[in-house]
């Protein structure tokens, strides 16, 4: 009887001992529709798949490429004492009998009223990406003169055009003629910490906001076809740079808040300026898992908390989005920023990609902004974390992702490191590491803060 207590006390602890643990792909037999997949996990011994040792990194995490066939593609992995199956499936693709959708134009136009806040209005008919011209509030009045695809095409002018997703808009009554809209007036007042244009209108018509060598607001369909307001915030501001702008309607009047140059005292930049900390993901949204199977939400907080600190003792005015392992919707971060009028917004991620791709190939900082008025500051942070923590620069970027877009303030999203990438994981889950990385962080803003504003 003891013998057989002891052989199954065996067994359960061998089966708790893998050799390898795949963390991704997350379960067996799974369907991936690209030329190749990989397996990120790690293992305590040498082992192959299919027959090929698998490169381990002293850390035991590895991130293995294989090629995929159309159809079922097994791998068998292989150590001393283990062997486990995995089956990925890549689907048989017809590509027959698919056409891209071509533009349609209505014989005459329609007219269509906005159902949601913040739907985007495009600048091409592709309904992702950063060709958002502004984000249109429920009621406003389109005028539509034909479709493709999924989208409406919005006329704002001659020869000028928007695109709508078909999901934010409904036709008006069919008898309903949209008049061009009157400008009642116009407003500008000034507070501690925004310029504020105040636009009086008959009826919301749509608009854009760009920074070209000025700040400027459009507005469509008004009496004068297109009416536009610049605002030269460099010659107001004795060559100040953008710290933060927005625009949206309060029934038919539209608030342009431009924030003020921030004021820098050049001993303590950070001191009083006011600082939104975003730990990306949390509570069941893991985000990335990392070759040990660390979770990218927990990471986030992590680097997000030593940051906190550093910031803190340097005198900003810190605001997290979350300080533990919550769900938090990407709302309300934004609703977090710009309640507490944060003149800087910084996000926190982890990296990871999509199959197709290599994993060892790719390593270190991205960090994206929307507006352009953000990227000088996401140049000097970047160079602040590479040549302080050594890691690959792997380039700012343009994305149009919501905390980044939403936010009235200068807002970076960092993507810290890659975690299904063996080396940049074991950094990543250092606390010396992560530490070091809010330093480098810190510092970064403060060169910013010091040169720029
Ligand atoms: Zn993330």
Redesign the pocket.
């Known amino acids: 009887m003891q013998k057989i207590f002891i052989i199954l006390f065996l067994l359960i602890l061998g089966a708790e001992c893998f050799a390898f643990d795949i963390v991704y792909p997350k379960k067996n037999n799974v369907v991936i529709n690209a030329k190749s997949a990989f397996f990120i996990g790690s293992s305590k011994t040498p082992f192959t798949i299919n027959g090929k040792n698998v490169p381990l990194h002293p850390s035991g995490g590895f991130a293995y490429v294989v090629d995929l066939k159309e159809g079922d593609n097994t791998f068998v992995m292989q150590s001393d004492d283990e062997r486990k199956i995995y089956v990925i499936t890549k689907p048989r693709i017809k590509t027959e009998g698919w056409t891209s959708p071509q533009f349609k134009k209505y014989d005459a136009q329609k007219t269509f009223y906005v159902i949601t806040d913040k739907a985007p209005l495009r600048s091409t008919p592709v309904e992702s990406g950063i060709n958002r011209m502004a984000h249109l509030q429920r009621n406003i009045l389109l005028n539509v003169d034909g479709e493709k695809g999924g989208l409406y095409r919005v006329v704002l002018g001659d020869e000028k055009y928007g695109w709508i997703a078909k999901t934010n808009v409904k036709t008006a009554d069919e008898n309903y003629v949209n008049t061009p809209a009157k400008l009642l007036g116009c407003d500008f007042e000034e507070d501690n910490e925004f310029y504020n244009f105040i636009f009086h209108f008959d009826k919301k018509v749509p608009y854009e906001i760009s920074e070209g060598e000025k700040l400027s607001v459009k507005f469509f369909n008004v009496e004068e076809g297109v009416y536009s307001k610049d605002f030269p915030y460099s010659e107001i501001t004795g060559g100040k740079k953008l710290a933060g702008y927005g625009g949206e309607y309060l029934n038919n009047d539209f608030i342009w808040k431009i924030r003020k140059p921030l004021n820098v005292n050049h001993k303590k930049p950070l001191k009083n300026i006011n600082i939104t900390i975003d730990a ?2 949390g509570g069941n949204e893991f ?2 898992i990392g070759c040990l199977g660390d979770k ?1 939400k927990d990471i986030n907080l992590s680097i997000a908390k030593f940051l906190e600190n550093e910031l803190n003792k340097r005198g900003a005015n810190v605001v997290m989005t979350r300080d533990d392992d919550i769900y938090t919707g990407l709302s309300e971060r934004v609703a977090v920023a710009n309640y507490t009028n944060s003149s800087i917004f910084i996000s926190i ?2 990296n990871a990609l999509p199959d197709g791709l290599n994993p060892n190939e790719h390593s270190g900082v991205s960090i994206y902004y929307y507006y352009d008025e953000a990227k000088p500051l996401a140049n000097v942070l970047i160079n602040s974390i590479t040549e302080q923590l050594g890691i690959n620069n792997d380039k700012v970027r343009q994305a149009s992702f919501a905390v980044v877009r939403n936010t009235n303030a200068l807002s970076v999203l960092i993507e810290t490191a890659y975690l299904i990438n063996p080396e940049d994981n074991s950094k990543l889950i250092s606390k010396d590491f992560q530490k070091a990385y809010a330093k480098a962080i810190a510092d970064g803003l403060e060169i910013y803060l010091k040169e720029s504003l």
């Open positions: 990306g993901h985000g990335a990218e991620h982890g």
